[in-house]
Nanobody, 121 residues
Framework: QVQLVESGGGLVQAGGSLRLSCAFS????????MGWFRQAPGKERNFVAA????????YHADSVKGRFTISRDNTKNTVYLQIDSLKPEDTADYYC??????????????WGQGTQVTVSS
């Protein structure tokens, strides 16, 4: 059974940076596409970024392009989300997910418990 554990969230001032991590276990990491999603208070969960198992296919949501970067290290079974130039509207719970296809509209089979990011103005 795949398990995903996010970390790296916290309280940060606008303009700052964070790197979120998601540790994967239970199966062969490189066989899974990985995605990041976020859910702001009172809003639906939205796609942020996705990366294929080999890392050669990457998508970022238009709303985060230029500020967010997804990456993975298959030797460490970890996917990352680098977030720069944080804005208050980036405040949300961030979730990683594992699936078979790295696409914004793909369905993901496994989800982490989330890590909270709060950006103060």
């Amino acid at each position: 059974q795949v398990q995903l554990v996010e970390s790296g969230g916290g309280l940060v001032q606008a303009g700052g940076s964070l790197r979120l991590s998601c540790a994967f276990s239970g199966r062969t990491f490189s066989s899974y596409a990985m995605g990041w999603f976020r859910q702001a208070p009172g809003k639906e969960r939205n796609f942020v970024a996705a990366i294929s198992g080999t890392g050669n296919v990457i998508y970022h949501a238009d709303s985060v392009k230029g500020r967010f970067t997804i990456s993975r290290d298959n030797t460490k079974n970890t996917v990352y989300l680098q977030i720069d130039s944080l804005k208050p509207e980036d405040t949300a719970d961030y979730y990683c997910a594992a699936g078979s296809i790295a696409r914004p509209d793909a369905e993901y089979d496994y989800w982490g418990q989330g890590t909270q990011v709060t950006v103060s103005s």
